[in-house]
């Protein structure tokens, strides 16, 4: 039996933050209906690097594995209907909805409450759902740009560098997925469902406990210079660093034990922790011009034997066929009923009672509606006039290859 088997999450939420935090739910066994638009959910259209797919493309497939498809229009009175009917069956309800939108279309905590007392409501806003940011995007690269993150790396004068990933929809996923599970926990105590916030916002500047701390707390400013490194509150050597033949990832190294596998007794003059900081511009420019000399293989080999902290820098390819990732099965491979064998990230934990897997594969768009509503005790009959007043989109189920 999976974690979460025998709850039902109704998952209205688009693009990354609110599906990945729904798939989460659904990787511990929770049945997730993805309650979608006729037109489907807004990612479907949206391919991350133009990765289209046949049917779905692998924006979406890589967001909505193991949960069911229902299409409905909620903007009509027969569809609004049938949500409130499908909440009543509910456990949790996950929305990232414009901040009014779910008032509009009456799926907001007060209204789905009323329905079932003892629902557990995520809401994930980009800055919160009220106050002088309320109405203003919340997309990734703005916050990461907002959180002060940005200014711990880089040159002086030169434009900061946001992660090339989505981080902060990542903060917020995990964020609603843990604000689920708490919720559901108080629930199982007392019988008493409740209203879950989350805003991107307060994500990002959480993850930063103790860069932030650092500042708040200690007063230290943070100062970006002109040699190699990655992080202001990191004493130096800290980054990646170019090789006589590509990069290498350093951390955490002694200046001693450098300037002996170096032979540049020029780096012997500095002690970590009394110059990691001072002198940090110094001590990389130095780290910089001897790690030019070698092969980034021939680094690792020494470096390593001698316990420097020091690593490879991959491209996705290369980590696709590390020995390490392969050990961890940190990838889950599977059939696609329309995409074919596909390749997607795993799972992050491992519970040892209770495996995770693909059981489903992420659908298509209105694939369970018929399935769905017959289980919600609908005929034949009302699910075809239904879906002849194009209340649903009832698709026809994906020939399916055995996972």
Not at 127 to 133: Q, R, S, V
Not at 180 to 186: I, K, N
Not at 222 to 243: D, K, L, N, V
Request: charged share 25%; hydrophobic share 40%; with cysteine.
């Amino acid at each position: 039996m999976k974690v979460l088997e025998g709850i039902r999450v109704l998952d209205l939420s688009i693009a990354m933050s609110g599906p990945f935090a729904a798939m989460k739910l659904a990787d511990l066994g929770a049945d997730v209906i993805k309650v979608e638009p006729p037109g489907g959910e807004w990612q479907r259209h949206a391919a991350a690097g133009g990765a289209r797919g046949n049917e779905v493309n692998a924006s979406f497939l890589s967001l909505n594995r193991n949960k069911r498809s229902l299409s409905i229009d909620l903007k009509s009175e027969a569809g609004g209907r049938l949500l409130r009917d499908l909440v009543a069956t509910a456990d949790v309800f996950l929305q990232n909805y414009r901040p009014g939108v779910a008032q509009r279309l009456g799926v907001d905590y007060e209204t789905l409450s009323a329905v079932k007392p003892d629902l557990v409501y995520v809401s994930i806003s980009g800055y919160g759902e009220t106050g002088p940011y309320a109405r203003r995007p919340g997309q990734d690269v703005l916050l990461q740009a907002m959180s002060g993150a940005l200014f711990s790396a880089g040159r002086p004068g030169e434009p900061p560098t946001p992660a090339p990933y989505f981080l902060v929809d990542a903060f917020a996923a995990y964020s609603a997925f843990e604000g689920a599970l708490a919720a559901l926990f108080h629930r199982q105590r007392t019988g008493e469902g409740q209203l879950v916030q989350v805003n991107m916002l307060d994500a990002i500047i959480a993850a930063q406990m103790q860069e932030i701390s650092v500042r708040t707390v200690g007063g230290v400013p943070q100062t970006r210079g002109e040699a190699i490194h990655a992080h202001s509150y990191i004493r130096a050597p800290y980054g990646i660093f170019p090789t006589g033949d590509g990069y290498l990832a350093l951390s955490f190294a002694e200046p001693a034990v450098l300037a002996r596998l170096m032979e540049d007794p020029r780096l012997a003059a500095y002690e970590a922790e009394r110059d990691g900081f001072r002198e940090r511009e110094a001590i990389s420019t130095l780290v910089e011009e001897n790690l030019r000399k070698r092969t980034t293989a021939e680094w690792i080999e020494e470096l390593g034997a001698a316990g420097v902290w020091c690593g490879p820098v991959y491209g996705y390819d290369d980590l696709l066929t590390d020995p390490q990732v392969l050990h961890n099965g940190s990838f889950v491979t599977y059939d696609h009923p329309t995409e074919g064998t596909v390749t997607t990230p795993g799972f992050p934990f491992k519970l040892s009672r209770s495996a995770q897997a693909v059981d489903r594969p992420a659908p298509v768009n209105g694939e369970h509606s018929h399935e769905v509503l017959r289980e919600l005790g609908l005929s034949e009959d009302r699910i075809d006039r239904l879906a002849k007043d194009q209340v649903i989109v009832r698709a026809r189920p994906a020939a399916r290859n055995p996972l």
